[in-house]
């Protein structure tokens, strides 16, 4: 089984960028599909991005895209949130979770379909 271990959130002005690693434990992360959610005070978590088990398929939430980038190193062990052009409106606990799955290709985006969580970073964006 794998462990989720998110990093890299903090204080950054608006129009700034932060990438957030989510380092996994276990020898068998290349079997998970990763995503990344996230959820402000009183709203419900929200997908963000998830990339399938090879890296080779990616989607993103309309509301992040052309500014954030997901990204995997299987050699690592750690999926990545590459979160560029910030605006207050992203300002969240951000959170990565892994879906294990034979399916090489599949992007799962509902919180549902995920089987692990990591404990969350914030990220606030100031304007």
């Known amino acids: 089984q794998v462990q989720l271990v998110e990093s890299g959130g903090g204080l950054v002005q608006a129009g700034g960028s932060l990438r957030l690693p989510c380092a996994a434990s276990?020898?068998?992360?290349?079997?998970?599909?990763m995503g990344w959610f996230r959820q402000a005070p009183g709203k419900e978590r929200e997908f963000v991005a998830a990339?399938?088990?090879?890296?080779?398929?990616?989607y993103s939430a309309d509301s992040v895209k052309g500014r954030f980038t997901i990204s995997r190193d299987n050699a690592k062990n750690t999926a990545y949130l590459q979160m560029n052009s910030l605006k207050p409106e992203d300002t969240a606990v951000y959170y990565c979770?892994?879906?294990?799955?034979?399916?090489?290709?599949?992007?799962?985006?509902?919180?549902?379909?995920?089987?692990?969580w990591g404990q969350g970073t914030q990220v606030t964006v100031s304007s």
């Open positions: 979770a892994a879906k294990f799955l034979l399916n090489l290709v599949r992007v799962p985006t509902r919180p549902e379909d995920y089987d692990l």
């Open positions: 276990g020898r068998t992360f290349s079997n998970y599909a």
């Open positions: 990339i399938s088990r090879s890296g080779g398929n990616t």
